[in-house]
């Protein structure tokens, strides 16, 4: 069977994985040959581990480390059949997620291990050199919209989380130009965010929105409904049985802002 050979190097400190970050985020998105080729020098980092792995040759988009790695930047180097790739993996228990406007910035803030909002992290604006302190729902504002080049240093006690601002690599995404996504709601203008991409069955889903009429500035929207659906191939299909649906009252109506959580267990 074949097999792919993966070696897992820590950086020393946050600044080595930003900078080798950095160095992969330099190259153009066009550039395709050019960012394969520019590989971080693993000479002198510390491998915590190395394993082979066929998963990827049957079928599957995943490979599960064998063993759990600590709060810390990551370089996962990987050689099959003479290819050789790599990626950066930032281990952390804080999940921070950022909308950025014109002029404000909002970053909201959950502890995965806990499942819930943080409520006293500090957020770092390196650049600017300010510092802001959450709100008792996770959430923290800066005043400012946030440019490529900006990073934010997320703490909460000894856990902490580095964000930078990646950017886009495309246009546009598959999904968005194929199902329509350019339009928003006729009714609302609306936006979601999840606390985080992956989840196990037995997960709580925590979510950050916001929620607007488009032509009544006076309408209070009290209650908001979250449907959980399967995916396919060509993306969401608002047709196909709910595997959740919730009833969710809104907490924060004055600024239209929805923060909720639904649970779901697979039997």
Partial sequence: MDEASFNVFKFESADE??????????????????????????????????????SVFNGSDSVVLPNKLSQGFYLIDVESE??????????????????????KTIVWINDI?????????KVLD???NSSYTVN?????????????????????????????????????GFDRYYNGYWTDSDDYWSYLELDRTLFKTDDTVSFWGYVKSRYNSNESVDFVTAKLTKNTFWGFDDNRDDILRK??????????QVIGHAGHRRG
């Avoid at 000479?43 to 581990?49: C, D, I, P, S």
């Avoid at 009833?247 to 239209?256: A, D, P, Q």
Wanted: glycine share 10%.
């Fill in 126 to 128: 390196v650049n600017e």
């Fill in 113 to 121: 291990e806990k499942g819930k909002p943080v409520s006293n992290a």
């Fill in 17 to 54: 994985g930003i900078s080798a970050v950095s160095k992969k985020m330099g190259i153009p998105f066009w550039a395709r040959y050019s960012r394969d080729a520019a590989h971080i020098d693993t000479t002198g980092l510390n491998r915590v581990m190395s394993f082979n792995d066929g």
């Fill in 82 to 103: 003479g290819n050789h790739d790599q990626m950066i993996l930032q281990i952390t228990d804080l999940a921070v997620n950022v909308i950025s406007a014109s002029n």
């Fill in 136 to 172: 008792s729902g996770g959430i923290a504002e800066i005043g400012r919209e946030l440019t490529y080049e900006d990073r934010l240093v997320i703490s909460s006690g000894s856990k902490e989380c580095v964000w930078m601002n990646a950017g886009s690599h495309y246009y546009y």
């Fill in 247 to 256: 009833t969710l009252s809104v907490e924060y109506r004055r600024r239209g």
